[in-house]
């Protein structure tokens, strides 16, 4: 009974998180406690769920394993309180009502077996009465009621009060309540305050806007809080949590509080001394437990908000326009090393590699470009992507200086985020794949297979290595690796996959898949050839229907002998679909991409006890666009000529490039000079924006112009806005803000806090750090 009161509350708890009915939230975790992937459950299980989407179920199943942890803390709890004889009516209901693991360990610390405390060796030497009775009766002196409880284990007075400022203290400390609204006070009072450690100011430049830092503990913005953190963790920052610092007064709030819980006046002589346990209490116990509570809270914070930039980054990235099947040649610019050059044909499959040396020592350029020209025309190159490293600009120009003495239709050149390339390079799939190939041209194949189908080739990559987030590597590992693979499964699944063309890699991350069928489903295909149909799927090794039915709607075969399985109608519902051609005279084909005839249906006609009505309206939309692909359609930025290097900026240019990378706090553009430009938040529109992801997502091709640029700190501040005349087209000076009232100034984190930095200088200088 238990157990199915405990369901209830964690679907009527998840369901008011997720926006949904506790019905809907039942269903769904039924179908992902039997093994069903999200993927399958947002598309194929509609009716049930009744259409919750992948974002939804992401967070339902998420939400889902911190309650089931929560339950399964109160259950211990609660049976360890019980073994101890101490649990009341009261107590248990307290317990039951706790909703956070925080709640139920404040609730839990009283009775938590520890280690020896002083308290305890207090009470053994039977000083608790004396604790209660200082409590109780505050007319009489503390001393004078401790003659009284003199022994030959307690020889004085002294003694006796501090073994009941002992006792006291760990009651007070260990009040549930109090430490709760000790809690929420802190954190809405708060102030974090960052220092440079004495000495390490050189050392430790990169922090230098937080040498000297405070502001409001509730308003830390994840990239600042991270960047604190990893002062602190690389001994360059102090951080201090401070609560009304300000406050002169003897008893400073926080101690007034325990003072209230207790009500303790000033006015006895009993009093007075539990003043002193109070602040002693604040000071000694309750002070440092909340600061590390805060602290582990604002980590906790940050890296959930930067691990959600980097999911939707990478989504982004990942559901990035394909250029196509197209023959593609693939530069991994190097200088000294040389450019090395990689060509695939339109499936991907590489067909030539070489490297050139057209930079010093060698200084061939010539022999490059006639090396690159002849490639291109023997391989039919329509696609050159070029690497955006070190070198990028440089080879650039050389394939631009080519491709003019080349005749129509001369190939597109187009610059390429190479994150990740070279951790490809050296993985084991890459040896796998290619295994007398040397590392160094291996990336210049991942360069131009990511251009032809960037999802079919990220994939590959270990998400966390893409370069699409903030601090990842000082956030929670299994958690960021948790939220990438589900957006990389999302994305994967959304899409859909060619079965007979597809990697391993590529299959892994197929619903009801993983590495080890995929890599059946390869080898089968290399023994027995392609797939003619979906049900050849049950031919693979340990390919069972449970797995088929999780994978077979997001596995295409464009030319099979069942036209459908083109498409992303589930097998399961095929004869639906029958029903649905056979409705319009048609053969399956000839109605595939029908719109008019499927659009003249009713598709509550089709609807039976199995398949409802969302189920036959994704079918109908499915003949009208068999297999269509929801990433947009394929465009790149031109980079201005002559625009190569930071040097050659200028404020006021209007300049093309492409969005690398989202923050909260602003975009990243990629505009050709090596060093990406930051779009501050508030320079994207010309209207209130509170988060740049509104407007721009990763890969997006923008016009941009420079507002500002730091060459010694290799810093470039853009602006999207179109009333130039509002400030886009201006450099932003020191002493912009003088005339704004409340406005921060640069040193600033409040009008009235000194010791901060203003929103834009602080966003520009950290996020830019990191680059």
């Given at each position: 009974?238990?157990?199915t009161?405990?369901?209830g509350?964690?679907?009527?708890?998840?369901a008011?998180?997720?926006?949904?009915?506790p019905?809907q939230?039942?269903?769904?975790?039924a179908l992902?406690?039997?093994?069903?992937?999200?993927?399958?459950?947002a598309?194929?299980?509609?009716?049930?769920?009744g259409?919750?989407?992948?974002?939804?179920?992401?967070?339902?199943?998420?939400?889902?394993?911190?309650?089931?942890?929560l339950?399964?803390?109160?259950q211990?709890?609660l049976?360890?309180?019980?073994e101890?004889?101490?649990?009341?009516?009261?107590?248990?209901?307290?317990?039951?009502?706790?909703?956070?693991?925080?709640?139920?360990?404040?609730?839990y610390?009283?009775?938590?077996?520890?280690?020896?405390t002083k308290?305890?060796?207090?009470?053994?030497?039977?000083?608790?009465?004396?604790?209660?009775?200082?409590?109780?009766?505050?007319?009489?002196a503390?001393?004078?009621?401790a003659?009284a409880?003199?022994?030959d284990?307690?020889?004085?007075?002294?003694?006796?009060l501090?073994?009941?400022?002992?006792?006291?203290?760990?009651?007070?400390?260990?009040?549930?309540?109090?430490v709760?609204?000790?809690r929420?006070?802190?954190k809405?009072?708060a102030?974090?305050?960052?220092?440079?450690?004495?000495?390490?100011?050189?050392?430790?430049?990169k922090?230098?806007?937080?040498?000297?830092?405070?502001?409001k503990?509730?308003g830390?913005?994840?990239?600042?809080?991270?960047?604190?953190?990893?002062?602190?963790?690389?001994?360059?920052?102090?951080?201090?949590?401070?609560?009304?610092?300000?406050?002169?007064?003897?008893?400073?709030?926080?101690?007034?509080?325990?003072a209230?819980?207790?009500?303790i006046g000033?006015a006895?002589?009993?009093?007075?001394?539990?003043?002193?346990?109070?602040?002693?209490?604040w000071?000694?116990?309750l002070?440092?437990?909340?600061?590390?509570d805060l602290?582990g809270?604002?980590?906790?914070?940050?890296?959930?908000?930067?691990?959600?930039?980097?999911?939707?980054?990478?989504?982004d990235?990942?559901l990035?326009?394909p250029?196509?099947?197209?023959?593609?040649?693939?530069?991994?610019?190097?200088?000294?090393?040389?450019?090395?050059?990689?060509?695939?044909?339109?499936?991907?499959?590489?067909?030539?590699?070489?490297?050139?040396?057209p930079?010093?020592?060698?200084?061939?350029v010539?022999g490059?470009?006639?090396e690159?020209?002849?490639?291109?025309?023997?391989?039919?190159?329509?696609?050159?992507a070029?690497?955006?490293?070190?070198?990028?600009r440089?080879?650039?120009?050389?394939?631009?200086?080519?491709?003019?003495?080349?005749p129509?239709?001369?190939?597109?050149?187009?610059?390429?985020?190479?994150?990740?390339?070279?951790?490809?390079?050296?993985?084991?799939?890459?040896?796998?794949?290619?295994?007398?190939?040397d590392?160094?041209?291996?990336?210049?194949?991942?360069?131009?297979?990511?251009?032809?189908d960037?999802?079919?080739?990220?994939?590959?990559?270990?998400?966390k290595?893409?370069g699409?987030g903030?601090?990842?590597?000082?956030?929670?590992?299994?958690?960021?690796?948790?939220?990438?693979?589900?957006?990389?499964e999302?994305a994967?699944?959304?899409?859909?996959?060619?079965?007979?063309?597809?990697?391993?890699?590529?299959?892994?991350?197929?619903?009801?898949?993983?590495?080890s069928l995929?890599?059946?489903i390869?080898?089968h295909?290399?023994?027995?050839?392609?797939?003619?149909?979906?049900?050849?799927?049950?031919?693979v090794?340990r390919?069972?229907?449970?797995?088929f039915e999780?994978?077979?709607?997001?596995?295409?075969?464009?030319?099979?002998?069942?036209?459908?399985?083109a498409?992303a109608?589930?097998?399961?519902?095929?004869?639906?679909?029958k029903k649905?051609?056979?409705?319009?005279?048609?053969?399956?084909?000839?109605l595939?991409?029908?719109?008019?005839?499927?659009?003249?249906?009713?598709?509550?006609?089709?609807v039976?006890?199995r398949?409802?009505?969302?189920?036959?309206?994704?079918?109908?939309?499915?003949?009208?666009?068999p297999?269509?692909?929801p990433?947009?359609?394929?465009?790149?930025?031109?980079?201005?000529?002559g625009?190569?290097?930071?040097?050659?900026?200028?404020?006021?240019?209007?300049?093309?490039?492409?969005?690398?990378?989202?923050?909260?706090f602003?975009?990243?553009?990629?505009?050709?000079?090596?060093?990406?430009g930051?779009?501050?938040?508030?320079?994207?529109?010309?209207?209130?924006v509170?988060?740049?992801?509104?407007?721009?997502?990763?890969?997006?091709?923008?016009?941009?112009?420079?507002?500002?640029?730091?060459i010694p700190r290799?810093?470039?501040?853009?602006?999207?806005?179109?009333?130039?005349?509002?400030?886009?087209?201006?450099?932003?000076?020191?002493?912009?803000?003088r005339?704004?009232?409340?406005?921060?100034?640069?040193?600033?984190?409040?009008?009235?806090?000194?010791g901060?930095?203003?929103a834009?200088g602080?966003?520009?200088?950290?996020?830019l750090k990191?680059r």
């Amino acid at each position: 009974m238990t157990g199915t009161r405990d369901s209830g509350r964690i679907a009527s708890i998840i369901a008011s998180d997720i926006n949904a009915r506790p019905q809907q939230v039942v269903a769904a975790i039924a179908l992902l406690d039997e093994g069903a992937t999200v993927p399958f459950v947002a598309r194929y299980r509609k009716e049930a769920t009744g259409g919750l989407d992948d974002t939804q179920l992401r967070l339902l199943a998420e939400r889902l394993a911190y309650l089931r942890e929560l339950e399964a803390r109160r259950q211990t709890i609660l049976s360890s309180i019980r073994e101890q004889g101490k649990l009341t009516d009261e107590l248990e209901a307290k317990i039951a009502a706790a909703v956070t693991k925080t709640e139920l360990e404040d609730i839990y610390l009283p009775y938590k077996p520890k280690r020896r405390t002083k308290a305890e060796i207090a009470r053994e030497r039977g000083l608790g009465p004396l604790a209660e009775a200082i409590l109780a009766d505050r007319k009489v002196a503390p001393a004078d009621l401790a003659k009284a409880y003199l022994t030959d284990e307690v020889l004085d007075i002294k003694a006796a009060l501090e073994g009941a400022r002992d006792i006291l203290a760990e009651q007070f400390a260990e009040n549930a309540d109090l430490v709760g609204r000790l809690r929420a006070y802190m954190k809405e009072r708060a102030f974090l305050r960052a220092r440079v450690i004495e000495g390490k100011q050189d050392a430790g430049a990169k922090f230098s806007d937080y040498f000297d830092h405070v502001e409001k503990w509730s308003g830390v913005p994840s990239h600042r809080a991270l960047a604190m953190l990893r002062g602190r963790n690389e001994d360059v920052l102090s951080l201090d949590i401070e609560v009304d610092a300000d406050d002169t007064s003897p008893v400073k709030p926080v101690e007034r509080m325990i003072a209230q819980a207790y009500a303790i006046g000033n006015a006895l002589p009993g009093d007075r001394w539990l003043m002193e346990i109070a602040s002693w209490t604040w000071r000694v116990k309750l002070s440092l437990h909340l600061y590390l509570d805060l602290m582990g809270d604002l980590r906790g914070r940050a890296e959930e908000e930067a691990i959600q930039v980097f999911a939707r980054n990478l989504k982004d990235l990942l559901l990035a326009a394909p250029a196509g099947s197209r023959a593609t040649m693939g530069l991994d610019p190097g200088i000294r090393t040389g450019v090395k050059v990689a060509v695939v044909d339109g499936t991907g499959k590489l067909v030539a590699t070489t490297t050139v040396y057209p930079f010093p020592p060698k200084n061939d350029v010539r022999g490059a470009q006639a090396e690159l020209a002849g490639l291109v025309r023997k391989h039919g190159v329509e696609l050159i992507a070029i690497g955006n490293g070190t070198g990028s600009r440089e080879t650039e120009k050389l394939v631009a200086e080519m491709l003019s003495a080349l005749p129509a239709p001369k190939p597109l050149k187009v610059i390429v985020s190479e994150a990740g390339a070279s951790v490809y390079s050296a993985s084991e799939a890459a040896a796998a794949e290619f295994p007398d190939l040397d590392v160094s041209l291996r990336g210049a194949v991942s360069i131009a297979r990511r251009l032809q189908d960037p999802l079919a080739e990220l994939v590959k990559i270990e998400p966390k290595s893409i370069g699409v987030g903030q601090y990842q590597h000082d956030v929670d590992q299994y958690r960021l690796a948790r939220s990438l693979d589900g957006v990389v499964e999302d994305a994967v699944n959304a899409v859909g996959v060619d079965l007979n063309t597809a990697s391993a890699s590529l299959l892994a991350r197929v619903s009801g898949l993983g590495a080890s069928l995929a890599e059946g489903i390869v080898a089968h295909r290399d023994a027995s050839g392609p797939f003619s149909n979906r049900k050849e799927l049950l031919k693979v090794s340990r390919l069972g229907p449970r797995a088929f039915e999780q994978c077979a709607g997001f596995l295409r075969i464009p030319k099979g002998s069942e036209p459908l399985d083109a498409s992303a109608v589930h097998p399961e519902a095929y004869g639906v679909a029958k029903k649905i051609v056979a409705a319009c005279g048609r053969d399956v084909r000839a109605l595939m991409g029908d719109n008019a005839a499927l659009r003249a249906i009713d598709p509550r006609v089709f609807v039976d006890e199995r398949f409802g009505l969302p189920t036959v309206r994704d079918i109908i939309a499915e003949l009208e666009k068999p297999g269509r692909d929801p990433r947009p359609e394929f465009r790149t930025a031109t980079f201005a000529e002559g625009i190569d290097n930071i040097k050659d900026l200028k404020p006021g240019m209007l300049l093309e490039g492409t969005v690398t990378n989202v923050a909260a706090f602003g975009a990243f553009v990629d505009i050709g000079v090596h060093q990406d430009g930051l779009v501050h938040v508030s320079q994207l529109v010309d209207r209130f924006v509170k988060d740049a992801h509104e407007v721009v997502k990763a890969g997006d091709v923008v016009k941009v112009r420079v507002i500002e640029v730091d060459i010694p700190r290799k810093r470039i501040a853009l602006s999207m806005r179109r009333d130039a005349g509002a400030g886009a087209a201006k450099p932003m000076r020191r002493d912009d803000s003088r005339d704004k009232p409340n406005t921060p100034r640069p040193g600033q984190g409040r009008p009235d806090k000194p010791g901060g930095q203003g929103a834009f200088g602080a966003a520009l200088a950290e996020a830019l750090k990191k680059r």
